[in-house]
């Protein structure tokens, strides 16, 4: 998952407690009690976490904590579930040139323009994104709708012809996937 840090925010006893424990968590533990070194260090992190009494913060990212007790075990795990969250929905938006692709609302966008997509359409975007050449039509029905390379069909044709005019008729892209001589390719 890469380095977590957890941001500690204006929270100084919370910080204490975790420090103590530092070496059971699997997450990086930093202090801040100043609102330009917090917007500072979110700047240059991409995973991190905010903890803080502070209810309002308007920082995404941010876990509020009251100061009631609370079980440290179970403040563990709610900090590790949210890590967990985290990195799943970085990993969920996939970006191809210009164009957004949200795995989990199965949309895809650019501009405030958005496009939803099936899920054999996302899977088929994103076998041929991994694909710097072009696909051949017999990759695509073994890969993303396995089907037996031997078998006759024109699956793969009618869903890329699909696919390839929703887009054309949401984007004006007529250039997205285009057709080789030997299969499918995104530009």
Same mark, same amino acid.
């Given at each position: 998952?890469?380095? !977590? %840090?957890?941001? +500690?925010?204006?929270? &100084? ?31 240059? %992190? ?9 209810? &309002? ?12 007790? +609370? ?19 970085? !990993? ?11 795995? &989990? ?13 099936? $899920? ?6 994103? #076998? ?9 039509? &017999?990759?695509?029905? $073994?890969?993303?709708?396995? #089907? ?36 499918? !390719?995104?530009?």
């Amino acid at each position: 998952m890469g380095s !977590q %840090s957890l941001i +500690i925010y204006k929270f &100084n006893s919370l910080y204490h407690i975790l420090e103590e424990l530092s070496l059971d968590l699997n997450f990086k533990i930093i202090y801040l009690d100043s609102e330009n070194l917090l917007y500072e260090k979110i700047k240059s %992190s991409n995973n991190y976490l905010i903890v803080s009494n502070k209810k &309002n913060l308007n920082l995404s990212n941010h876990v509020y904590l009251d100061n009631k007790p +609370i079980n440290i075990s179970k403040l563990v795990e709610k900090i590790n579930i949210e890590f967990l969250k985290l990195h799943f929905n970085n !990993q969920s938006h996939v970006k191809i040139n210009d164009y957004t692709i949200d795995l &989990n609302s199965r949309e895809m966008s650019i501009n405030n323009k958005k496009l939803k997509l099936t $899920e054999k359409e996302i899977n088929t975007i994103i #076998y041929l994104i991994k694909n710097n050449e072009s696909v051949s039509i &017999n990759e695509l029905q $073994e890969n993303v709708w396995s #089907y037996q390379s031997n078998i006759e069909t024109h699956t793969v044709e009618t869903h890329i012809y699909r696919l390839r005019k929703k887009i054309f008729s949401t984007f004006n892209d007529n250039e997205f996937i285009v057709s080789k001589k030997n299969g499918y !390719q995104i530009k």
